[in-house]
């Protein structure tokens, strides 16, 4: 069965940085594209960044453009997103998510099948 795991979320004051990780089981990323989606309190749920690995296409939302960085290590099926001078209007829950791979990705949540729990990011003004 198909699993991802978040983790690496936290508290952490304005301008700092975070590196979140995920995590997968039951398929290798070869085969899968990998979103990082966020849903902050009150909001729906939005694309943060995705890629196609290993090597491939990568794309940002304009609010990560320029401060966070999606990455891969096939070898150890884990996708990192690593995030820099993060603002308060980063609060929110992220999520990774898989789908079956193409040759490019694209932010649209209704293509991906499996999604991680979820885990906490709060950015203090």
């Known amino acids: 069965e198909a699993q991802l795991v978040e983790s690496g979320g936290g508290l952490v004051q304005a301008g700092g940085s975070l590196r979140l990780s995920c995590a997968a089981s039951?398929?290798?990323?070869?085969?899968?594209?990998i979103g990082w989606f966020r849903q902050a309190p009150g909001k729906e749920r939005e694309g943060v960044s995705c890629i196609v690995t290993p090597g491939g296409m990568i794309a940002y939302a304009h609010s990560a453009q320029g401060r966070f960085t999606i990455s891969s290590d096939n070898a150890k099926n884990t996708v990192y997103l690593q995030m820099n001078s993060l603002k308060p209007e980063d609060t929110a829950v992220y999520y990774c998510a898989a789908r079956p791979r193409r040759s490019y990705c694209r932010m649209d949540q209704s293509e991906y099948a499996y999604w991680g729990q979820g885990t906490q990011v709060t950015v203090s003004s």
């Open positions: 039951g398929f290798t990323f070869d085969d899968f594209v």
